[in-house]
């Protein structure tokens, strides 16, 4: 896609449709002010994000997003699920699966700003179930996020370090097995907590004393040193953490209206934009036209396709925001394939039938269909 400093000549001829594009970077690209008829269905700003695990690997350790790379080790083989955004993974309370890492500074909370967002779908409730935790069964606690098995309800609690509670909250509605719940706790320094579920009203409590960190080890699944009756049953998506407070639209934004928000850890700011939109550039596309099996070039912007073959994408490696229109101007068949096993839209390809275009844009790591 050329650079939108060419949109200065006012020259537009060329345009990009949009339909249900997620998690498109624009703030400090110039792109956004060139978006026709689109509406941001959610923003939201990473600056200060520490740590993000998608939980989209099949199996063994999470890896975090984020060039922190806070990678959670794997304890006693947590499983995969469908989750909320693309894959989760299933916390077995029966066989004790969680996820831990040791203590460093990154994941201490303590008297800072901080906020921990993710989603729990619950596979059984009445127990106690430990969802993203720093604490041990004795004394060393700073942070727990948990279900309680008395009430359901999701409690964020904060800790002096030393084991005595320095504010809690639990949220007003009783969770069931089977839905989705999105949960966002946050922490103002030497102020108070907050607690959002599925973006409602917030649950709050003032800090009564100062919180502190300790040595023990961030947990998700269950709490460090813990057991099978005090492990999650549960599947869990999208976990992260900013050393600061999330606004309450960010909140929201991250809710998305109940459907979620997958971003990049390492942009500034996301848009999820609605159908019938637009990008609109200065400047003409360069074509490009193909009648037999190609390697689709760093240079090339439309493919004008007759045949029946594959056009192979580049690595989506370094080239975030990079775009292909791929027209299939014949009657045969034109396979996309993306570059080894990088996916497009979580397929190894895509089959573009005679008249048909597709969009793809680079998100760094694999293509996304536009």
């Known amino acids: 896609m050329p650079d939108p400093k060419r949109l200065a000549n006012l020259d537009f001829d060329s345009t990009y449709e949009i339909k249900n594009l997620k ?13 026709k008829n689109a509406t941001a269905a959610g923003a939201l700003d990473t600056t200060s994000l520490i740590a993000y695990w998608k939980m989209d690997e099949p ?17 006693n083989s947590v499983g995969f699920a469908t989750g909320k955004i693309n894959g989760g993974r299933q916390f077995d309370r029966a066989s004790n699966r969680y996820f831990t890492r040791a203590s460093e500074s990154l994941l201490q909370f303590g008297n800072v700003n901080f906020t921990i967002s993710f989603w729990v779908k619950f596979l059984s409730v009445s127990v106690g179930q ?5 604490r041990n069964s004795g004394s060393s606690r700073e942070i727990e996020i948990s279900l309680s ?28 097995a089977g839905p989705w719940y999105h949960v966002c706790a946050r922490h103002t320094a030497s102020s108070g907590i907050n607690l959002k579920v599925n973006d409602g009203t917030a649950v709050t409590a003032a800090d009564s004393g100062t919180a502190g960190t300790n040595s023990t080890a961030f947990t998700i699944g269950n709490f460090a040193s813990g057991t099978g009756t005090t492990a999650a049953d549960a599947i869990i998506d999208e976990v992260a953490i900013w050393k600061r407070t999330l606004s309450d639209a960010e909140v929201t934004a991250l809710y998305n209206g109940g459907s979620g928000l997958g971003y990049s850890a390492d942009q500034s700011l996301h848009a999820d934009l609605n159908c019938n939109s637009k990008i609109v550039y200065g400047g003409r596309s360069k074509i490009t036209s193909v009648t037999a099996a190609y390697i689709a070039q760093a ?7 007759n045949g029946t073959f594959t056009v192979t994408l580049p690595t ?5 925001g990079k775009v292909y229109q791929i027209k299939n101007v ?22 573009v039938n005679p008249g048909s275009n597709l969009y793809v844009i680079s998100d760094g790591a694999n293509w996304v269909i536009i």
Do not use: R
């Open 299 to 305: 240079s090339d912007e439309v493919l004008l396709c």
């Open 330 to 351: 014949g009657t045969g068949l034109v396979t996309v394939d993306g570059y080894s096993t990088e996916t497009i839209d979580g397929s190894l390809t895509i089959v």
């Open 130 to 134: 430990q969802l993203v935790s720093k």
């Open 149 to 176: 098995g008395a009430t359901n309800k999701i409690n964020f609690e904060l800790f002096n370090g030393s084991g005595s509670t320095v504010a809690i909250v639990a949220f007003g509605t009783a969770c069931t």
């Open 59 to 75: 199996s063994g350790n999470a890896i975090d997003s984020h060039s922190n790379g806070l990678t959670l080790t794997d304890t």
């Open 316 to 320: 989506a490696s370094g080239i975030g």
């Open 23 to 35: 998690g498109l970077t624009l703030a400090g690209t110039g792109w956004m002010p060139f978006i």
